[in-house]
C-alpha cells in the first residue's frame, strides 16, 4: 500500500496570505495525484487532479506542483473560505489519502 | 449536472450487516464511468473502500478485509454497498462519489453529502 503523508497537521495563517501544504508518496506516484478541500459537515470537494490541474470552478488561487513522490498545494492568499481540511490522494496503485491538513486562522 | 444521494439505516447493531444505497440522478450509470465508496470515521480522515464500474468490475480497498461488496443496479440508476459483521470500528460517514473514465478509478467528482451510520448495540 502506498502510503501518504500531510505536513504539517495544522497550519495558521492569516486571511491573505500564502499558504503551502506538503504532501508525500511513500513511493512514486508519477503525477497521479489529486487534492480536495473539506469543511465541516461537508463532503470533499475535488480541487487539483493529475498533480497540478485544477478542477472546474476552482479558483486560481489554488495551484498544485510535484511529480514523483513529493507534492505540494499552494494558495496564494487566502480568503475566509479557504480555511479548511485539504487532503491529498493517489491514484497510482490502488487509492490511498494523506491524513489531512488543517489550515485555521491565524 | 451528476448528483449522488446516500441512504442507509443510520443505526446498526454489531455483527449485523450494513447496506448503503447510491442514487445517482442527472446521468446515467451504464454511459460510463467508476462510482466508488469513502467513508470517514468521526474526527478522522477518509478511507477508500472500493469503486464499481457500470459493468459490474469492481475494485476494493485491499487494506480492508472482504467484509465488503459493491454491486450495481443500471435499471434503476443506483449501485450499492454492503458491509459484514460490523463493529464499532465501521461507525462512519459513508461517502459515494463519480470517479473517472479510464482504466481504473482515480480522483472523486462530485461527492454525495454523505450519511452517518453507527454501530451500537
Known amino acids: 500500500e502506498i502510503v501518504m503523508t500531510q505536513s504539517p497537521a495544522t497550519l495558521s495563517v492569516s486571511p491573505g496570505e500564502r499558504a503551502t501544504l506538503s504532501c508525500r508518496a511513500s513511493?512514486?506516484?508519477?503525477?497521479?495525484l489529486a487534492w480536495y478541500q473539506q469543511k465541516p459537515g461537508q463532503a470533499p470537494r475535488l480541487l487539483i487532479y493529475?498533480?497540478?490541474t485544477r478542477a472546474t470552478g476552482v479558483p486560481g488561487r489554488f495551484s498544485g506542483s510535484g511529480s514523483g513522490t513529493e507534492f505540494t498545494l499552494t494558495i496564494s492568499s487566502l480568503q475566509s473560505e479557504d480555511f479548511a481540511v485539504y487532503y491529498c490522494q493517489q491514484y497510482n496503485n490502488w487509492l490511498t489519502f494523506g491524513g489531512g491538513t488543517k489550515v485555521e486562522i491565524k | 449536472q451528476v448528483q449522488l444521494q446516500e441512504s442507509g439505516p443510520g443505526l446498526v447493531k454489531p455483527s449485523e450487516t450494513l447496506s448503503l444505497t447510491c442514487a445517482v440522478s442527472g446521468y446515467s450509470i451504464s454511459s460510463g464511468y467508476y462510482w466508488g465508496w469513502i467513508r470517514q470515521p468521526p474526527g478522522k480522515g477518509l478511507e477508500w473502500i472500493g469503486s464499481i464500474f457500470h459493468s459490474g468490475t469492481t475494485y476494493s480497498n485491499p487494506s480492508l478485509k472482504s467484509r465488503f461488496s459493491i454491486s450495481v443496479d443500471t435499471s434503476k440508476n443506483q449501485f450499492s454497498l454492503k458491509l459484514t459483521s460490523v463493529t464499532a470500528a465501521d461507525t462512519a460517514v459513508y461517502y459515494c462519489?463519480?470517479?473517472?473514465?479510464?482504466?481504473?478509478?482515480?480522483?472523486?467528482?462530485?461527492w454525495g453529502q454523505g450519511t452517518p451510520v453507527t454501530v451500537s448495540s
Open positions: 513511493q512514486s506516484i508519477s503525477s497521479s
Open positions: 462519489a463519480r470517479q473517472t473514465v479510464g482504466a481504473a478509478p482515480a480522483w472523486f467528482v462530485p
Open positions: 493529475g498533480a497540478s
